[in-house]
């Protein structure tokens, strides 16, 4: 069986992940959904699902966001060391005398199981070191310690946590990569996985909906009391638009004009 990786860390796909991603790229070549540029395989059909990233206000929405409750995925090797660098301008802006020592003392990296080995940021009370969650600003210490010395959260923030809640699946062999988004359809083999797609709001707009018409019967972590404004149902946006600083940096511009111009075709091919 062919191997995958996510893009972004050095973890593969599992082989339960690899066997529901071959039946969703089967199907989706076969109904046009995903389409060839260059290496790329572009998954308009996913890249065109509503999101909407209101992380500032996630705990009005959520009883515990996705930074909470572990640690994020292991980053490349190579981004370690650019978090080393800064760790200690993020300290000391954001973190106690206490909690700097602490992390001083474990060290700013750990390797769990669920890694592989593979060492990632270290957890601070159960949590991701750097998440914060105060309704401030973004919860990650390091996305903030970015905008406010006026670099881009790329250039510091691992790419997992980036990504959300798009996805690159690169195929080991051919080093074809797959740009998509997590959608109901993409949960089974996506980095992110069904939990994070039942959840959260992000990319579930019909969750936010419900929740609008006083649903009962929504998962545990998704607040009933929402304000309106908060993950408002007309401000969601498609996932390529919300992800485009990232697939940017990633990738250039003209790759990103390209998804854009073969969205707008398939539109108005569905609309003749």
């Not at 800064?86 to 474990?106: K, N, W, Y």
């Not at 990569?177 to 089974?188: D, H, Q, S």
Request: charged letters at 25%; one cysteine or more; hydrophobic letters at 35%.
């Amino acid at each position: 069986m062919a191997g995958y990786r996510f893009i972004g860390t050095p973890l593969p796909l599992a082989e339960r992940e690899v066997y529901h991603l071959g039946k969703y790229l089967k199907k989706a070549r076969q109904s046009g959904g995903i389409v060839a540029y260059e290496q790329f395989d572009l998954d308009l059909a996913a890249l065109v699902t509503p999101v909407q990233l209101d992380c500032e206000n996630c705990h009005l929405a959520h009883h515990e966001s996705c930074c909470e409750g572990g640690f994020p995925f292991p980053p490349e090797r190579d981004l370690l060391a650019v978090i080393d660098e800064h760790s200690a301008g993020i300290l000391s802006r954001f973190f106690t005398d206490e909690s700097a020592m602490q992390i001083g003392e474990q060290g700013l990296f750990e390797a769990f199981l669920e890694t592989d080995g593979h060492p990632t940021i270290t957890t601070l009370d159960g949590n991701c070191a750097f998440c914060r969650v105060e309704g401030q600003g973004p919860a990650c210490m390091a996305h903030r310690y970015a905008l406010e010395i006026e670099m881009k959260p790329e250039d510091i923030k691992p790419l997992s946590c980036l990504l959300y809640p798009l996805d690159l699946i690169e195929h080991e062999e051919t080093g074809r990569v797959l740009i998509t988004a997590l959608t109901a359809n993409t949960a089974r083999f996506s980095r992110w996985g069904e939990d994070y797609f039942q959840d959260f709001l992000c990319a579930n707009p019909a969750a936010r909906e419900a929740v609008a018409r006083e649903v009962t019967d929504l998962r545990d972590n998704i607040r009933r009391d929402i304000p309106s404004d908060v993950f408002a149902l007309g401000n969601y946006q498609p996932a390529y638009q919300a992800g485009k600083g990232t697939l940017t940096t990633l990738y250039g511009e003209a790759l990103w004009q390209v998804i854009d111009e073969r969205v707008q075709k398939t539109r108005q091919g569905k609309g003749s």
